[in-house]
């Protein structure tokens, strides 16, 4: 089974501290992705990578920078926190590119003060 | 503009309470749709996907269907346990030569004993 591994459950960081959140994937996977969920609006895509050191924008990146410099490691970079980034943010690997399923960490529940 | 709905917001069965929960989409370049389950503080797990309008998949108590317009999960004779709340996917072509996968807000189940 896939194991996709978000290093913290719970954050609270308050408004203009730079924020790092880590992901990591055992099964080798190209893709990785980062996502926040907020109530009602569902899973927004924040970036995602294709390959080691290659990052693409999904919907919403304001705000928000990436970095991935091994293939099993995804980090989500907040560079100055602020409230409107309060949220549950989902770390999320997928075999290669085409139609395959995404597996999922089990989330970071952020708040920023 | 790609966009995913599901109805209704939520929904309360009895147990053994048979019903259907609903995903409409409007995009562009549909590649398939996906379901997946999430339950709380835990990340989306993958249940089925579905190519092409007409196909059909079946976990357990559960029941995938695909149309042009429209996906439905029917649950039959549903227990406890099948408690979460259940997201559709779309998968379409990107701007980029990646796939991008647009979700729904989500149905929340409760299935009262």
């Known amino acids: 089974d896939v194991k996709v591994t978000q290093s913290s459950r719970y954050l609270v960081k308050r408004t203009g501290e730079k924020v790092f959140l880590e992901c990591v994937q055992d099964?080798?996977?190209?893709?990785m992705f980062w996502y926040r969920q907020d109530p009602g609006l569902g899973l927004r895509l924040i970036y995602f990578?294709?390959?080691?050191?290659?990052?693409e924008k999904g919907d919403i990146p304001e705000g928000y920078s990436v970095s991935r410099e091994k293939k099993e490691r995804f980090s989500l970079i907040l560079e100055s926190a602020s409230t409107n980034q309060t949220s549950m943010y989902l770390c999320?690997?997928?075999?290669?590119?085409?139609?395959?399923?995404?597996?999922f960490g089990n989330g970071t529940r952020l708040t920023v003060t | 503009e790609d966009q995913v709905t599901q109805s209704p917001e939520a929904l309360r069965l009895q147990e053994g309470e048979s019903s259907s929960l609903n995903c409409s989409y409007t995009v562009s370049g549909l590649r398939g749709l996906f379901w997946y389950r999430q339950d709380p503080g835990k990340g989306p797990e993958f249940l089925f996907t579905l190519y092409s309008a007409g196909e059909e998949k079946e976990k357990e108590r559960l029941k995938a269907t695909l149309t042009k317009k429209e996906s439905f999960l029917h649950i039959t004779a549903p227990k406890p346990e099948d408690s979460a709340t259940y997201l559709c996917a779309v998968g379409a072509v990107g701007k980029t030569s990646y796939d991008k996968v647009i979700f729904g807000p989500g149905t929340s189940l409760s299935v009262i004993p």
């Open positions: 990578s294709y390959d080691v050191k290659m990052k």
């Open positions: 099964m080798d996977h190209e893709n």
């Open positions: 999320a690997s997928r075999a290669d590119r085409g139609l395959k399923p995404l597996h």
